[in-house]
């Protein structure tokens, strides 16, 4: 019998597979797309119907080739690509390059790669869905056209070359930079809080009690300088306090839902600190299979680009059992928890993210992780777990307290507290937080209505309002997916290319605008206002999820988004003008603002009084790549050995981070553990945390010819 054919995207999808599909199967990868848009012309006929014109990959000749002769022998050609609109599109340009025969393709989709779930999709293939397909084109023809159009525009009248503006991504820069506008424009408010440390006489434990007002007003007193501060501590002076009401409620706390693809992100993010991208790259590796010494290859999690928290109910089944065997029947709700989909979008992928099984628990696959794999495993199996877990129970306890001033008037003091019962899911899981939060738990002594208090001391402190905080990539991606705008698989990628494009750089983890993103921002939110208009940029995104469900066409879609577009672009071609990008220095030849320039040899300060005032010198050159050690940038910079001058690359943050490397940094990390990867010969690279080796992957999918 001829063996049958199966094509992956990865290899480390295909050795799974292999090992699963055993005898009678070839498995081969064709290692992501084999056709894609040109990359030195627009590749879109816009005339003739938006009709996209596809090119085989050079490097993907030899694979094809393979493929085709591999075809012809086969008696079936299973195409097993990944479950969604990308996946879908490998498998569909692949059958087109290779031309195989439509009689023996068949699409096969699974969202674990297990045993059970692939001899379940090879019993049941399809053909391939075309819907989702067109989806995938109107995606790359939309942001061809974008940024095609808009990076010249940019090298004109912002910076030369090196500069693009996406679609999605330009929202997402605004974003940031309204942000700083905001924290720019924040004005601080004095006000202050006086804290009671009270007790039932003569031995009671301590608690502290916060001022709320006076008793019988709804409102807050306001406490705006210490001049008032002093003015009710004045008044206190003598008071008598007591007890006025006591309130018990119980609290019952339900776990967080499985992870979807932008929670895992955001929680990854909180508790690990892995970015985004490296998220993926790490999820990824655990989805297309580990090799488990005596197990063989198994896929550890269900497919990490998703926006749907439904369970399986073999998976419910399995944590049920499981939580009960290892916790007790307490720890498990009386009926499964079923989990449906907030966010928008077409469900593609129509599962959480999730270990294949529970039953692997982390530290029985701990040998066979590397530690990034092991740590976001983990969190993933906790979190899992945790979602069919029971409800964790609080007793929470509110006081009123009131001080009854000797000129009668009484002040109201309020204390809580709170103490866990049942812990329920919070036993393996704890959901992150962006920002730190005051908690009020810890116990309260027991307090009756009507106990007298003796008050120990009173505690004023000062305090400010704080401006918004700036987004991290965590709290970015919740943003955007509030929005609307993004789907899994672009989370990631909007993230990591705003700051590769130097728009944005990370500041202990925040996400700051540069100067240049500032330029960027400002210069399209004038002239294009739907690229930057939030809900614009969601409303193209449902009109693709409207493609995949085959309820509207692509040509379509892309002639109403192209029609307006193409008129603001002849219209900011004529009219904007050049931006100059403030350095931050001052000419010290004639006072004027020093802005950065991009010239035929590079970027360097120029006075803005140019050509009345001819100053200019070097400016530090951003490498795109982040300091392994801070998270700084790393920076070209020039050594002087005796008359000559080598550039080397250091951390911007020197002299408080002093890592160097002669070595220029690359902007992609290593696709193996997510570290700094440096350029060797060629097109070569190494990593400096492992001992990866290798052509890294490629940054961004557009183009960006220089000048
Ligand atoms: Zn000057
Ligand atoms: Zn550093
Ligand atoms: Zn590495």
Redesign the pocket.
């Given at each position: 019998m001829p063996d049958r054919l199966v094509i992956v995207e990865s290899p480390a999808k295909a050795r799974t597979l292999a090992h699963i599909l055993g005898r009678g199967y070839v498995v081969k990868a064709s290692k992501g797309h084999v056709r894609d848009l040109p990359k030195d012309r627009m590749g879109v006929r816009i005339d003739n119907h938006f009709a996209p014109l596809y090119i085989t990959l050079p490097e993907k000749r030899a694979v094809i080739k393979e493929v085709q002769g591999l075809a012809r022998k086969a008696e079936a050609v299973y195409l097993a690509t990944d479950p969604d609109r990308e996946g879908e599109a490998i498998a569909w340009h692949l059958a087109q390059a290779a031309r195989l025969d439509p009689q023996k393709v068949r699409r096969v989709a699974f969202h674990e790669i297990t045993e059970q779930a692939v001899k379940e999709a090879f019993r049941h293939p399809r053909s391939i869905d075309m819907n989702l397909v067109e989806a995938q084109q109107a995606r790359r023809i939309l942001d061809r056209l974008v940024g095609y159009s808009l990076s010249p525009f940019l090298w004109a009248k912002v910076w030369r070359g090196s500069l693009s503006a996406g679609r999605v991504q330009s929202a997402a820069l605004r974003l940031v930079v309204e942000r700083e506008r905001a924290i720019q424009a924040f004005v601080p408010q004095e006000y202050w809080t006086i804290t009671a440390h009270l007790r039932r006489p003569p031995q009671g434990a301590v608690f502290p009690a916060r001022l709320f007002g006076l008793v019988g007003e709804k409102e807050r007193l306001p406490i705006p300088n210490e001049a008032t501060v002093q003015d009710v501590l004045a008044r206190l002076e003598g008071a008598r306090w007591r007890v006025a009401q006591v309130r018990q409620r119980e609290v019952r706390q339900k776990p967080p839902p499985p992870f979807i693809t932008s929670t895992l992100q955001q929680e990854a993010w909180r508790k690990l600190r892995m970015s985004a991208r490296q998220t993926m790259l790490i999820a990824q590796q655990l989805y297309e299979g580990i090799p488990l010494g005596d197990q063989g290859v198994v896929g550890l999690i269900t497919y990490m680009r998703t926006d749907s928290p439904h369970v399986a109910e073999t998976a419910q089944a399995e944590a049920r059992d499981y939580i009960r065997a290892r916790w007790g029947n307490d720890y498990i709700p009386p009926t499964p928890r079923v989990y449906t989909a907030t966010t928008k979008g077409a469900q593609e992928a129509h599962e959480a993210i999730r270990p294949t099984s529970v039953k692997r628990e982390p530290t029985q696959v701990k040998g066979f992780l590397t530690p990034e794999q092991l740590r976001l495993y983990d969190l993933i199996w906790k979190r899992f777990i945790a979602s069919q877990m029971a409800d964790a129970v609080l007793d929470t306890v509110e006081v009123e307290v009131h001080a009854q001033t000797t000129a009668g008037t009484a002040y109201l003091f309020r204390a809580t507290g709170s103490t866990l019962k049942f812990p329920g899911f919070r036993t393996v899981y704890e959901e992150g937080k962006d920002e730190p939060e005051e908690t009020a738990e810890g116990a309260l002594p027991p307090l009756g209505e009507g106990d007298a208090l003796e008050c120990l001391r009173l505690e004023p402190a000062q305090h400010f309002t704080q401006p918004p905080p700036r987004y991290t990539e965590a709290s970015l991606i919740r943003a955007l997916e509030e929005r609307g705008i993004g789907r899994p698989s672009t989370y990631a990628p909007i993230v990591s290319t705003i700051q590769e494009r130097g728009y944005v750089r990370r500041e202990n983890g925040r996400l700051v605008p540069t100067p240049l993103g500032f330029a960027v921002n400002d210069l399209l939110v004038h002239y294009f206002p739907n690229i930057v208009d939030y809900r614009f940029t969601a409303q193209m995104e449902e009109d693709l999820d409207a493609i995949a469900e085959g309820k509207r066409q692509r040509v379509e879609v892309l002639k109403a988004f192209y029609q307006p577009f193409a008129q603001d672009l002849e219209r900011a071609k004529a009219s904007a003008e050049r931006v100059l990008i403030p350095s931050g220095e001052t000419c010290e030849e004639c006072g004027r603002p020093m802005v950065v320039r991009k010239g035929r040899y590079g970027v360097f300060l120029s006075c803005s009084g140019y050509p009345q005032c001819r100053n200019a010198k070097p400016y530090r050159v951003k490498t795109g790549a982040v300091c392994p050690q801070c998270g700084g940038d790393l920076v070209e910079r020039k050594a002087r050995t005796g008359k000559n001058t080598r550039p080397f690359y250091g951390c911007a943050n020197y002299p408080t981070c002093n890592f160097t490397t002669n070595r220029r940094p690359l902007p992609q990390p290593?696709p193996?553990?997510?570290?700094l990867?440096v350029a060797r010969r060629g097109k070569q690279a190494q990593?400096v945390?492992?001992?990866?080796k290798g052509v890294p992957p490629e940054t961004s999918e557009e183009p960006t010819p220089e000048g």
């Open positions: 290593c193996s553990c997510g570290g990867l990593c945390s492992c001992q990866w």
